[in-house]
């Protein structure tokens, strides 16, 4: 249904159908989920513009619908323009239906409606990937997100979210992930421990980020270890990795602490291990 | 009021009386904010523990009252055994009330009521640090707790929040936090400018972390710049560092971006560049 117009009813059927992609079980059912705010959706609309035709109605983008309110489109008609050239519905919405769309408690008054947008483990082993994150029962969203924007901002080629980790599309996670959803080859659902066979199969290093390990940061750095292609394998916030996984990684590795702390926050401590890496494969 | 007691009304002064702690003007009024859960609590009743007594009657500890669920306070005996030691008042409370107290969704069934400790920004200049930290305006209380708990880890000596910031004792600060906002000297409400003035009057040089500097952060680690005295001057998550406080810091440095994330989240951020310091002071 291309074409644009005005949503003023919070009991619009559409407006129930995308509040509905809140809920993990309707985003996976439609395949659908929900970029919020300008900067969000810059990068949605920015998605695959150089790529071929992806869909059989002609529309080459992620974008399915665009929710805007009327003060928020007149601040950024680039935007609203960007959709219609791509033929994505735009829907001006008031204050208050825009307030029950979005997730966010003060909402940015721009909310595209996307396609998901991961792609088979297969595609990211076969672009010959020198960096990548597997997250393995991550379940803060925000960490999640945080990462994805971290691995992006160090040249990750990819992020695999393990089967049991948060689900990609969250909300939270794409806020946190500032547009980085939309830059890199993200895989979502992946069963861990094929991912990780998946992943050294392709030529990377398993490097296990555990805080108890005896091997640290540096030393790999030192030694050169760090310059390989590698996958960083981080676990969930509070039980870290399973065993048998960290007996499987070529490594694990240890952030070392300096002061009292008893640990590092995941985003903070993946940020300092994508930087080694990226340091060691330009230096 | 020593002693130990049982309190099952919402209603009870006590209760109402830490409810009002969530707030910031509270804290402020009576110089006492919350911990929750058994790491922060640990961490609370361990504070000064190798000190002078610091209260007239006798306490010597931060924790004024430990408020704890019965069941857990079968699981965590040795805390309250401790608090009782120190004369802290430990408190029994339905989890009905320790919904109504604690600031978080899923309770963890202890909440500690402790004393303001942060330090005048004399005594960290006056102790000769090395490593510190000074937030300019930052307002996400989840960035800067988080920043708190990787400036411990990468050996920091003290986190300055200038006086635009968030409460280090805000909630969502000391629960990120992990309780590294007990290990490090933390100063509160510095007018920012004065600040970074006294830090660099201390010998600290001044390094302001700005996305868009021309400096990156790797030439500074290979010309020996990052083994100095260093305060890093970290700004808002949004609007980055006032031009003037740019102009006045000793550098301004970029952390590289390899891929195409506009920039990284401000504790992503943080944690790649104290680091950085961390390694050159060690290196």
Known sequence: ??????????????????????????????????????????EALAWGQDAAP???????????????????????????ARAAAQGVPVLVVSGQVMAELAQTITPQGLL???RFIDVPLERLTAASPRLVVLLANVRDP?????????????????????DASVDPYNSKCVRASAGSLFHLAVVAGSPLRQAAAALRG???????AEGGAVRELDELESDGVLG???????????????????????????????????SL???????VCLYASARARRG
């Not at 392709?202 to 296990?208: D, M, R, T």
């Open 202 to 208: 392709a030529g990377l290093q398993i490097l296990a």
């Open 1 to 42: 249904m291309i074409g644009s117009g005005e949503v003023t009813s919070i009991r619009s059927p559409r407006v129930k159908a995308v509040r509905q992609l809140a809920r993990r079980s309707s985003r996976q059912r439609t395949r659908l989920f929900l970029a919020e705010g300008p900067q969000a959706v810059r």
């Open 142 to 162: 925000g960490n999640a997100g945080t990462v994805l924007r971290t691995a992006d901002a160090a040249g990750a080629d990819g992020v695999v979210f393990s």
């Open 54 to 80: 992806q869909d059989s109605d002609g529309a080459r983008g992620v974008v399915t619908e665009l929710f805007v309110t009327a003060e928020v489109r007149s601040r950024h008609d680039e935007l609203t």
């Open 265 to 271: 926050n995941l985003a903070a401590a993946a940020a």
């Open 228 to 262: 390989r292609p590698t996958a960083w394998l981080f676990g969930n916030e509070a039980w870290g990795l399973p065993a048998d996984l960290l007996a499987a990684a070529d490594q694990a590795v240890a952030v070392p602490i300096y002061g009292r702390a008893e």
């Open 112 to 114: 595209a409606v996307c």
